[in-house]
């Protein structure tokens, strides 16, 4: 089945503790994203990569690293220096096409809670 | 800024009942608009792309236009039924950054389909 796989499905943080978000997926796709979205509020891009080795800061990346050394991952570190990391995560890919038709496909999200 | 609204933020239906959900942008220069479903802890599918050049897509009982000069989008759903029930968000691809597929999200809308 060919699609983006986030785990863990849920996660734990404690005070001052960093923990890495995974995000993988089997598509193919030049294109990875990482958005965080908090209730009743829409997706707000954190970080996002076109290519392997290369990442962009997104809209609210303070707090937050990633990196990108394989095509197929992206994982998502929040540092203890996020101090509001509770929030529902979602990582999404695209092909890169550079289509105006281009969709964007989401993994299935991380509940992140502090502790 | 682009910035993306949605209303209602929550409504409550009638099985049977065909329904309407609005989505409007604050700049006109846009790649495309995206209308996506949202399961509660679940990532998000998408539902209707229309290009900047476009008026409306079809999707079995679902049908979006875009009316790009005056900033609006709709999401037509005939008949519903209680298996819709979900949150409804739409997304523009800003025509600024058209090498990346960064989208801005509204803040969605919350249907309750009742049987």
């Known amino acids: 089945d060919g699609g983006i796989t986030q785990s863990p499905k849920y996660l734990f943080r404690k005070e001052g503790q960093n923990v890495t978000l995974s995000c993988e997926q089997n598509?193919?796709?030049?294109?990875m994203y990482w958005y965080r979205q908090d209730p009743g509020q829409g997706l707000r891009l954190i970080y996002y990569s076109q290519i392997v080795n290369d990442f962009q800061k997104g809209d609210i990346a303070e707090g937050y690293s990633v990196s990108r050394e394989k095509k197929e991952s992206f994982p998502l570190t929040v540092t203890s220096a996020q101090k509001n990391p509770t929030a529902f995560y979602l990582c999404?890919?695209?092909?890169?096409?550079?289509?105006?038709?281009?969709?964007?496909?989401f993994g299935s999200g991380t509940q992140l809670s502090v502790l | 800024k682009q910035e993306v609204t949605q209303i209602p933020a929550a409504l409550s239906v009638p099985e049977g009942e065909n329904l309407v959900l609005n989505c409007s942008f604050t700049d006109s220069a846009i790649y495309n608009l995206q209308w996506f479903r949202q399961d509660p802890g679940k990532g998000l599918t998408s539902l209707l792309l229309?290009?900047?050049?476009?008026r409306e897509q079809t999707s079995g009982r679902l049908n979006a236009s875009l009316d790009k000069s005056s900033g609006r989008s709709t999401l037509y759903i005939a008949a519903s039924q209680p298996g819709d029930s979900a949150t409804y968000l739409c997304?523009?691809?800003?025509?600024?950054?058209?090498?990346?597929?960064?989208?801005?999200f509204g803040t969605g809308t919350l249907l309750a389909v009742q049987p």
């Open positions: 598509l193919n796709h030049d294109a």
């Open positions: 999404a890919s695209s092909p890169r096409t550079g289509a105006t038709n281009e969709k964007l496909f």
């Open positions: 997304a523009v691809r800003p025509g600024q950054d058209g090498a990346t597929n960064k989208l801005i």
């Open positions: 229309i290009q900047s050049s476009q």
